[in-house]
């Protein structure tokens, strides 16, 4: 059974692909915090501004088998695409408490590329396309290597000086979101500064907040 708050189609707002055109599908439930409020200050991750608590938010829902999400997600691509290749990017919460092989394999056997969103604290199954890992807090990563290593900045006990060796393709640093303000311009000028000088990092800005893009 897969539990998924909501499932949307628009365009990729934070990383590597931004401006691409991507089914979402965010899973409920994560393993850093509870998403309720009351426990928020005493989460690993106490800087998350999404909701991932229960299936009621658009097109959620349980799903019992990976065919039938493949088959929910598949309907919100629109038909008339053109020659782009379908994407499905796979969030949370945190994707990989359920995620698995059975549905990467399906979405794949409707033609979509998969790519993950997660915090980096759990293994993933074969078969993922593109793999964005953000590091949270003092969690330990069980996933060192992939696609996209984005970091949010400032975090105390995750600087970037933790993560600059590992086997990542791409580095980005995204000024944190003061939650609930929507407020990134507190930590801009520091992430600006910490990427002019550490030219291995790149600016990720969270580009649907800025242009109102759900």
Known sequence: MYHVKEAFYSLQGEGART???????????CNLWSGRETDRANAICRFCDTDFIGTDG?????????????AHLAALWPSESGVATPYVVFTGG?????????????????GFEVAVETNGTLP??????????????????????????????????????????????????????????????LHLGATLAYCLTHPQWRLSLQTHKITGID
């Open 19 to 29: 401006g691409r055109a991507s089914v979402f599908c965010r899973f409920s439930g």
């Open 58 to 70: 658009q097109h959620g829902g349980r799903f019992a088998s990976a065919a039938a999400l493949a």
């Open 94 to 110: 945190e994707p990989l408490l359920q995620l698995d092989a059975a549905l990467i394999a399906s979405m794949q056997g409707r």
């Open 124 to 185: 993933a199954p074969d078969g993922i396309d593109w793999l964005c890992v953000s590091p949270k807090g003092s969690a330990a990563l069980a996933l060192t290597s992939g696609d996209e290593l984005k970091l949010v900045y400032p975090q105390a006990e995750a600087p970037p000086e933790r993560f600059h060796e590992l086997a990542f393709r791409h580095f980005f640093l995204q000024p944190m979101d003061t939650a609930p303000s929507g407020d990134t311009t």
